[in-house]
């Protein structure tokens, strides 16, 4: 399994940034992709997950941090994922990863140990 993200850079408060992550070698039917963020000096944090089952229903959940302001999305097509982010704060600033999990039941795709395979990151540094 591998994910990759790309798309992060440095943004002015108040700002939008896309992340992409492009996910291959799986084979769930059901699935969460996750995306989740560590500031400087700070653990993991989760912040949005998609959760597709095959071939196209698509659910969204995001944390409170984020609600209204960022988005997850699914290119089907591409097997590929993004989390638009608008409205950008210095406490965004952080590294984020997109993440895959097969977990089942509740809220577990808010627990970062669900997440199986993670992608590398990608730098999100919000700065005047």
């Known amino acids: 399994v591998q994910l990759v993200e790309s798309g992060g850079g440095l943004v002015q408060p108040g700002g939008s940034l896309r992340l992409s992550c492009e996910a291959s070698?799986?084979?769930?039917?059901?699935?969460?992709i996750g995306w989740v963020r560590q500031a400087p000096g700070k653990g993991l944090e989760w912040i949005s997950s998609i959760y597709v089952i095959l071939p196209s229903t698509v659910y969204t959940f995001h944390s409170d941090s984020v609600k209204g302001r960022f988005a997850s999305s699914r290119d089907s097509g591409k097997n590929k994922f993004y989390l638009q982010m608008n409205n950008l704060k210095s406490e965004d600033t952080a590294l984020y990863y997109c993440?895959?999990?097969?977990?089942?039941?509740?809220?577990?795709?808010?627990?970062?140990?669900?997440?199986?395979?993670w992608g590398q990151g990608t730098q999100v540094t919000v700065s005047s």
């Open positions: 993440a895959i999990s097969d977990c089942g039941g509740g809220y577990c795709y808010e627990n970062t140990d669900n997440y199986k395979y």
């Open positions: 070698g799986f084979t769930f039917s059901r699935y969460y």
